[in-house]
């Protein structure tokens, strides 16, 4: 029986690997590695794909969320809110800049931030509010956007888990002030080790973003503000020139094991994943909830078939964050207790994916 792996990025690279390697070559031999020609053509690939106006690629995805944070003038005294389920770099990103992090509740069946409780948690301190498209969906921005323009906030759209995903026609890295998009290598868009990039169509933010990224300067040696040094390298973006070519049909691939999940796994117990008409989700990780997730996760190892977390504890029950231990979160605390992602991504098949959902069916008879 073949292992099906819950995600292989050396699958990507063999996928592509006389191009790749044809691109790594061309940047050793250039003798040039830091802001060069390959991330100034992918920079430009990269806002024409999604629709911005400006990319400014730099050294993760965490990187990215503060360099706009900074860009937008947050800064201590101010508060963000933020979804209480998220990757926990959303939220350092926050305190990061010396900012307070103001947890929002998901609505429940998307896992994204839900606008009904913005109000809430909205105090004269407000300044930004950051959503995450988390699993590879848009949060619902039209309502969230409508509330930030009342208040005069600021809106970072966190996209690292969703490069190419659509909102009501509109693409990701489109729909807040600002995005910010990792490329960390098992992303839908990945390089071969650490990357990320901001997109906007606000001109300052862009400007600001991108002298932040670079010791604060715009002319070498002068240093105007304060900066710090992360930037996207030139065989990292040449990379992603080759993978980003490849983006669209790998996350169709996405998209139809997700299809084979929904329909193969539609009466089971498990709660599926639901993505409202309007949403095209780009399926960075297919997430189930299960009462009993240790044994679903035992079963599927059983029969080779590799499933993960994402994730096992919300920010606010991390010690990084012992401070708002206290906090009482039962929406998030909920869904980290029962969630499971199943396997999802380009190196699987059809056949892989029926495997899957036959091993589960087993698993409730
Ligand atoms: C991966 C991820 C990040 C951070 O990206 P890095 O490149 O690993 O720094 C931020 N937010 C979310 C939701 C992520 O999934």
Known sequence: MKQIRFLDVGWTYQALAPKMDAAVKRVLESGWFILGDEVEAF?????????????IGCGNGLEALELVLRAAGVGPGDE?????????????????TGASIVPVEPVESTYTMDPQKLEAALTPATKAIIPVHLYGQPAD???IMEFAARHNLFVLTDAAQAHGAVYKGRMS??????????????KNLGAFGDGGAVTTMDDEIADKVRKIANYGSTEKYVHDSLGFNSRLDEIQAACLRVKLDKLDNWNWTRKTI?????????????????VP????SVWHLFVVRCKDRDALIR?????????????PIPPHKQGAYKDMAGLSLPISEAIHREVVSLPMGPHMN????????????AFFK
């Not at 963000?80 to 990061?96: C, D, E, G, K, Q």
């Not at 008409?277 to 095209?280: G, L, N, V």
């Open 43 to 55: 920079e430009k690939e990269f806002a024409l794909y999604t629709g911005a106006k400006h990319c």
């Open 80 to 96: 963000v809110l933020v979804p209480s389920n998220t990757f926990i770099a959303t939220w350092l990103a926050v305190t990061r």
């Open 141 to 143: 921005m039209d309502p």
């Open 173 to 186: 890295g489109t729909l807040g002030h600002a995005a910010a998009f990792s490329f960390y290598p098992g």
């Open 258 to 274: 997700a299809a084979i999940y929904l329909e193969g796994l539609k009466d089971t117990p498990l709660v599926l994943p639901v």
């Open 277 to 280: 008409e309007h949403i095209q």
């Open 299 to 311: 079963h599927l190892a059983e029969n080779k078939i590799e499933a993960a977390i994402h994730y």
């Open 350 to 361: 059809e056949e892989d994916a029926r495997r899957v959902v036959d091993v589960i069916k």
